[in-house]
């Protein structure tokens, strides 16, 4: 795949030092330690290995990547590794996708308390699929349930929401048989939002009064009791967003719209058009608008495009794929074998990988051919962080420049 022309990384670089500068002491460590990984990825400050083609000669340097969940070049072999792990846990029945969004008056609150409030954004969402999946009047069964959490739009403001992919059925509470939904139904959104609206603000209040909510700047009077309830009151007569799509096409059809969401980041650097003096420009997606005039495009002033990426950095350790159900940890591989039976469908056989052996001391070949004749890339030689390899290789490394005047 060719290098896009401008890089995340790219803007990082250029414009990452005066942005740091500018706003020393209003940066997490988290963001600091996203913009260096990114800034260093596929670069000799890693290190990396040169390949030499068996066939042709042809060699060339490929620098180690950062492999940090924020960075945009680093996703796509993470995701397809998840997703084969994933691959044996597909059943053959109709799938759902299910968003549940928090409302503007939270998501600002959350700005402050993520790890808090993405995690409550979790469990309400995941309690209200639950329970209205078991309830003998709409579906009466046990469901599973795979959450991703997004927390921006296309235009990378804070605006958190979880994607949800749900088998089209469960497994009855008897425990006996697999109950099917409506065909094109899966269960009903007001329902949905209600419950969700009142556990989410149920868990909200019990935070605040146990102290785990945090607040700054012009939220900073939210710390009293009372100024807080006063500002929940309005959102308990809201409408919330919970929106269900109709179901996919089928397992694989799942898989492939799996890997567009679980290991995605804020921007990918195929949206980005250019860096220059008036900003960065990219293209977005007006989901208030229809048809063609849905995509557009934006110029921020660099500052912001930056700041903007960096308010999705998820808190340490926190984990932005869980599994609820069914498909939650502890008991997936059973419950996945016991609906396979009550459905009488086979074990999906992982691919057979190659099993020919090769002598120990034979160098490491590469799964990618090579770019001049399709031969068989091999590893010649190693290098640490920040050396530079022995060999000299037959291709060239490309610069982007961008203006940073």
């Not at 990384?9 to 500068?21: K, N, S, V």
């Not at 988290?30 to 000799?44: D, F, N, W």
């Amino acid at each position: 795949m060719s290098r896009p022309s401008l890089e995340v990384a790219d803007i990082f670089r250029g414009h990452g030092p005066a942005w740091r500068r500018a706003n020393a002491g209003h940066i997490s460590l988290g963001q600091l330690k996203v913009m260096s990984a990114i800034e260093s990825c596929r670069t000799a400050a890693l290190g990396g290995h040169v390949a030499r083609c068996e066939e042709c000669a042809h060699s060339q340097i490929s620098y180690n990547s950062c492999r940090n969940r924020h960075c945009p070049k680093c996703q796509g072999a993470a995701a397809k590794d998840w997703l084969a792990t994933r691959e044996a846990d597909l059943l053959p029945v109709p799938y759902y996708h299910v968003v549940f969004t928090l409302p503007a008056a939270i998501a600002d609150i959350a700005y402050q308390n993520k790890a808090v409030i993405y995690d409550l954004l979790f469990k309400a969402s995941a309690e209200t699929m639950l329970t209205i999946a078991a309830d003998p009047k709409h579906l009466g069964a046990r469901i599973g349930i795979t959450s991703v959490l997004h927390s921006w739009g296309s235009a990378m403001t804070h605006h958190p929401h979880v994607h949800m992919i749900v088998p089209g059925g469960g497994i009855s509470l008897d425990g006996e048989r697999w109950v099917t939904c409506r065909s094109g139904f899966f269960l009903p959104v007001r329902v949905l939002s209600r419950l969700f609206r009142r556990l989410f603000l149920e868990k909200l209040l019990a935070a605040h009064q146990a102290n785990r909510l945090k607040f700054f700047g012009n939220h900073a009077a939210l710390a009293d009791a009372q100024a807080f309830a006063t500002h929940l009151a309005p959102l308990r007569r809201t409408e919330w967003v919970v929106y269900a799509k109709r179901p996919f096409g089928g397992p694989q059809a799942v898989l492939a719209y799996l890997s567009r969401y679980t290991h995605r980041v804020a921007i990918a650097n195929s949206r980005l058009i250019s860096c220059d003096r008036s900003g960065v420009t990219f293209r977005w997606k007006d989901y208030r608008a229809d048809g063609r005039d849905r995509q557009k495009v934006m110029t921020l002033a660099t500052g912001e495009f930056i700041r903007r990426f960096l308010i999705h950095v998820l808190p340490q350790g926190f984990h932005r794929i869980r599994h609820y159900g069914l498909l939650a940890s502890g008991t997936r591989a059973v419950n996945i074998a016991r609906v396979r039976r009550l459905l009488d469908a086979p074990a999906i056989q992982p691919e057979a990988g190659d099993d020919s052996c090769t002598e120990a001391d034979d160098p490491k070949p590469l799964s990618h051919p090579c770019p001049c004749c399709g031969g068989r890339m091999i590893v010649i030689e190693t290098f640490q962080r920040g050396a530079s390899p022995r060999t000299r290789p037959t291709t060239s490394t490309a610069v982007i420049r961008i203006d940073t005047s």
